[in-house]
């Protein structure tokens, strides 16, 4: 029995520890299929398309007033979109992209989870005073930083068994007046 139930909770932390990552990156991946699959049939509003204009420093390319399909995504201020199409228009490439609404809400979904599971503390929200992080506290008490420093290896006695070593080091092979030798 005993034996049954140590496998079970070991079995829940592995899933706490690795489960939701693997069934939230599943379920991102599958949204992010099915937008794809419905992009290839043309299955799209487009006015829920935007456009993204960089400019293009390439020295030989055809500009073209038509779009093509491409397939490929971008994060931008945490959202999610997969480009639709893109051209080569005069002196910039476009990218015609569609909003991932599905994967943007799972990935929010997601870190919103990990930050309830790990404890960790958002900004906006006001905790006790007495509840500080334990790990802050925990280190102050054995940690102590040692301010206090030790000169004593740099005293006068201790630097003139190095003398003779620098100045071996500041004299030049070749005197400055002298020709270098010649070389066959």
Sequence with gaps: ???TASIFFLGILLFNWFGYRLVSSFLEEKANYALIYSLDKDQYNED??????????????????????MDGEIELNGKHYNFVKTRMYKDSIEYRCIPNKDRTRLGNARDEFYKLVNDLQHPSQNKKADNTGSVKSLLSEYYQENSSWDFSSCSPDKLKTFSLYIFFLTTPSVLPGERPPDVC
Excluded: C, G
């Design 48 to 69: 829920d398309l935007i456009t993204i204009k960089l400019p293009s420093n390439l020295p030989y390319y055809t500009s073209s007033i038509y779009f093509t399909r």
């Design 1 to 3: 029995m005993k034996k």
